[in-house]
């Protein structure tokens, strides 16, 4: 195993980024863009393969239909219509998510198109009741400035977002609809070769200039990028769903390593000079060698009346175990193909005995497939009517290792890596809508848009310090932020200082976070109506971090019900000097022997009993003043 050398493989990366618009109603109809928690509807759709109107069935919605899904929809009237049911036409186009994005596209200098067509863009993954997204492409070309290096445009885009995601299982999958329609900005940059850190800066750069607008959507999800991902001689891979500027570092390098770990393997077989992987004689029946075999994965399997299959790879012994990067190589690869039909995984001749399969059951197949030593063997279980697929799928998939990186497309993982979704869709994909006419740009709607180009975020930020009194690098956290509106709501009561309000937004909750918290239990209404309560004298500061732990861990929805749960209440001031003197009482001895250095210990046990009751500097600063009254009315 090597070290790859991640400058020297001809890596290029192409962002897609999907940023929601912050409107007050979706695309097509009246609906809030809210999250939903209940469901009162639901209903169900078979996956539909849809014939594109252009006349050509796309490869990508057969395969996905072999699949044989039930789709499952949840509604909420808060959330949702007929029209995202599909049971009503869209409504006209929403005329203020239409301006964000002549907006943005301005801000790119982006060439605007003056006629806007509604175009249905096919999806098969059930994401949408109607089986297309619609999609209007606004703007071409443009650059964004990063560090002065221009990082040109392709497009630009304005979409409805997809159906939520629920569960996803062998069966069904769960979509929730209150995110389908909500309106979307997709913008396509020109691929940029470069490294990962560089990548991320133009990610970051990207998202700045779309904040600095302070019309689209902040926090988690709301911002999501697809990353096109390719080496040197390798065809490129698409990337989905990454929504984290680290993780989208990490799902570079991960492609990077995956990518060239494969056109190494490509290269060993090539040399090994293989006509055909597998033919029909290769793959051989051995349910019955498995009949009393120790695997609970295949025992399991033949209890749902699964079929075992073997199959012979000629010259392929120490071909699936072979990894040129750590945790890269072929068996991998086919694990995850496999695991796409819904089979519990497929075991390879290099890492047997192993997983309750013992040499009995190994030298069964060696048998049946009449294996010479050099030879590999694959084994998998699974139903009749799909082995047979999953077969053809597996040996096609080591076919295409030959040539190195087959174009598919794969889904980021939350650590960083990524895994195979399906095979990269084909070229018909896009027809126009007919329920809704054309949009025009007029040249005087061009001129009015160009007046409210933000500044640049760079000014934003300078902006953010001056009329706060922040510090560079504070300013630049709450930016970046999802609560850089909350921040300035909260910052119009003068009562609170700012930069109270941004350490506690940027450090107090993230660190929560850190400790495994969930800062989405976390309403921004709870937050404010927490620093209202601030203001007003009713909690104390150190309050907050108890309020927010409350939340973000469950156990309460509202900064009340947290204060009653964390029994807060704001102690009177006459109750606070009656509690400090019984405290000074008690502990006589310890004044006596430490003088003024006594503060330290005291202060630790006041602020056990009144920690977010009161303040702490305020504390303090009694505590101080009672201990030297004692200490001189001792002198
Ligand atoms: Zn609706």
């Given at each position: ?7 020297k ?7 897609e ?68 049911q ?11 998510a ?35 997204q619609?999609?209007m ?5 443009g ?24 569960s ?11 995110r ?36 689209v ?7 999501r ?8 001689g390798g065809?490129?891979?698409?990337v989905k ?15 990077a390593k995956r ?11 090539k ?16 349910t ?27 010259k ?8 040129p990067?750590?945790g ?11 695991r796409?039909?819904g089979?519990g ?13 013992e040499?009995?059951?190994i030298?069964g197949i ?6 010479e ?11 009749l009517?799909?082995?047979n ?27 960083g ?15 126009p ?9 007029t ?11 933000p500044?640049?975020w ?6 953010l ?13 709450i ?9 300035e ?15 506690v ?11 495994g ?7 921004p ?9 601030l ?8 309050s ?29 001031v ?24 006594s ?7 006041a ?24 200490i001189?009315?001792?002198?």
């Amino acid at each position: 195993m090597s070290e790859l050398q991640i400058d020297k493989i001809g890596l290029k990366v192409g962002l897609e980024i999907h940023q929601q618009l912050a409107t007050d109603r979706k695309l097509f109809c009246s609906c809030m863009p809210t999250e939903s928690e209940e469901y009162p509807i639901k209903f169900f759709r078979k996956l539909r393969v849809a014939k594109s109107e252009l006349g050509e069935y796309d490869p990508t919605a057969v395969f996905e239909r072999s699949k044989a899904k039930t789709i499952i929809y949840y509604s909420n009237p808060a959330s949702s219509c007929l029209v995202e049911q599909d049971d009503e036409p869209p409504h006209e186009v929403n005329r203020n998510a239409k301006e964000i994005v002549l907006l943005i596209a301005s801000s790119l200098k982006s060439s605007i198109f003056s006629e806007i067509h509604v175009m249905r863009k096919l999806v098969i993954d059930g994401s949408n009741t109607s089986g297309f997204q619609r999609t209007m492409l606004v703007a071409q070309g443009g650059y964004l400035d990063v560090d002065g290096k221009k990082i040109g445009v392709q497009s630009i885009c304005l979409e409805e977002d997809a159906a939520r995601l629920l569960s996803d299982t062998v069966e069904t999958r769960e979509y929730s609809l209150d995110r389908l329609g909500i309106p979307l900005v997709e913008i396509a940059l020109e691929p940029v070769s470069g490294k990962p850190t560089e990548i991320k800066k133009i990610a970051l750069t990207l998202g700045r200039l779309l904040r600095a607008t302070k019309k689209v959507e902040r926090g988690l999800g709301s911002i999501r990028q697809d990353v096109n991902i390719s080496i040197e001689g390798g065809n490129i891979i698409e990337v989905k769903g990454v929504q984290k500027l680290d993780q989208l570092e990490k799902v570079i390098e991960y492609e990077a390593k995956r990518q060239h770990g494969l056109m190494i393997i490509a290269d060993r077989l090539k040399k090994m000079e293989i006509d055909r992987i597998a033919k029909e004689r290769d793959v051989k029946d051995v349910t019955e060698i498995f009949k009393n075999c120790k695997s609970k994965i295949i025992q399991k399997a033949l209890k749902e009346g699964a079929v075992v299959r073997a199959i012979r790879i000629k010259k392929f012994s120490g071909m699936f175990g072979f990894e040129p990067y750590e945790g890269i190589g072929l068996g991998k690869q086919l694990a995850e193909v496999v695991r796409f039909f819904g089979l519990g995984g497929v075991f390879h001749s290099d890492e047997l005995p192993n997983y309750g399969i013992e040499d009995v059951e190994i030298q069964g197949i060696k048998n049946t497939l009449e294996l010479e030593q050099k030879d590999g063997f694959l084994l998998l279980a699974g139903d009749l009517q799909k082995i047979n697929v999953v077969v053809e799928s597996i040996i096609k998939r080591i076919e295409d290792a030959k040539t190195g990186v087959p174009a598919e497309t794969r889904a980021a993982t939350a650590t960083g890596e990524t895994i195979y979704l399906r095979p990269r869709p084909g070229a018909s994909r896009m027809y126009p809508e007919t329920d809704i006419p054309p949009l025009t740009v007029t040249k005087e709607e061009l001129a009015d848009i160009q007046k409210m180009v933000p500044k640049s975020w760079v000014e934003t930020l300078s902006d953010l310090q001056m009329t706060y009194q922040l510090n560079a690098q504070l300013a630049e956290q709450i930016f970046d932020s999802s609560y850089l509106d909350l921040f300035e709501r909260i910052c119009h009561d003068k009562r609170i200082s700012p930069n109270f309000v941004a350490s506690v937004l940027c450090g107090t909750i993230t660190n929560l976070e850190r400790r495994g918290l969930d800062s989405r239990l976390l309403k921004p209404v709870e937050i404010l109506n927490a620093f209202q309560f601030l203001a007003e004298g009713k909690i104390a500061k150190e309050s907050l971090e108890i309020i927010f732990e409350k939340m973000m861990a469950g156990k309460a929805n509202s900064v009340v019900e947290s204060i009653e749960k964390a029994a807060i209440n704001k102690m009177d001031v006459t109750e606070l000097d009656k509690m400090l003197d019984d405290l000074i009482a008690e502990n006589l001895k310890i004044i006596q022997e430490q003088g003024t250095r006594s503060i330290g210990p005291l202060m630790g046990i006041a602020m056990q009993t009144m920690r977010g009751k009161v303040d702490g500097q305020r504390i303090n600063q009694l505590l101080e003043r009672k201990i030297k009254e004692k200490i001189d009315s001792k002198k």
